[in-house]
């Protein structure tokens, strides 16, 4: 979780539930008071890292990091919690910065691959379903993103490309009854090969 996720109190919420968690702390001034009890630091990239003991009783056992860069002449300090066990301090910073974000993988993906934005009903009951359909969508393209194209040149792609650069290449589908037997793309487009792959991993499964 990032610092907006909530406050203490929400975090031993969580806690007392069970949860394992990585989050960044919510208070820039008991960041900076936890940097100054800081002996040692260890240079990571473009920053610094100490463990410090936890400042305060979050009900159970928790790990606590501070982290300070240098930007605009001054010392800037955040600091991280979790509950989890692991090798070096640099791994729960490498574990934190690969959190969900999803601000960005779903609220500004779903805008403009699944266009959430600009497609509005004037009625809430009609809203509430279009927003669910969309969700349902952001879903499904997750599962196909990770199932068909990893480990492949499209592996990267975004939801907006895999809507507008694959999903919109023309073709026919062949069914017999209702099971699909053959997919045929149009083979001007460039990425109509490669996909094809994707597509028959995808369906059988693999």
């Known amino acids: 979780m990032d610092g907006g996720a909530g406050s203490d ?30 002996r ?3 240079s990571y990239h473009d920053f610094q890292l100490a463990e410090v003991p ?17 930007k605009d002449e001054k010392w800037q300090h955040s600091y991280y919690i979790s509950t989890l066990q692991l090798p070096s301090k640099r791994y729960f910073i490498d574990y934190y910065h690969q959190r969900g974000g999803a601000e960005v993988e779903q609220f500004r993906q779903d805008k403009q691959g699944l266009y959430l934005a ?14 669910l ?11 196909f993103r990770n199932r068909a194209l990893c480990d492949t040149r499209f592996a990267n792609y975004g939801l907006k490309r895999i809507v507008r650069d694959l999903l919109n290449i023309p073709g026919r589908l ?12 149009l083979s001007l487009n460039q990425n109509a090969q490669d996909l094809i792959i994707c597509l028959e ?4 499964g693999e």
């Open 54 to 70: 936890p400042p305060i009783d979050y009900g159970r056992p928790v790990r606590v990091f501070v982290k300070r860069r240098w």
């Open 40 to 42: 040692r630091w260890d």
């Open 9 to 38: 109190d929400q975090f031993r919420w969580l806690l007392k539930r069970g949860y394992h968690v990585i989050a960044k702390g919510l208070s820039g001034s008991r960041a900076s008071a936890l940097a100054r009890s800081v």
């Open 133 to 143: 359909l969309t969700d349902l969508v952001h879903n499904l393209l997750a599962d």
């Open 118 to 131: 600009t497609r509005r009903k004037a009625a809430f009951t009609g809203q509430q379903g279009f927003i």
């Open 201 to 204: 991993r995808y369906c059988l």
């Open 174 to 185: 062949y069914f017999e009854g209702e099971q699909l037997k053959q997919i045929e793309l």
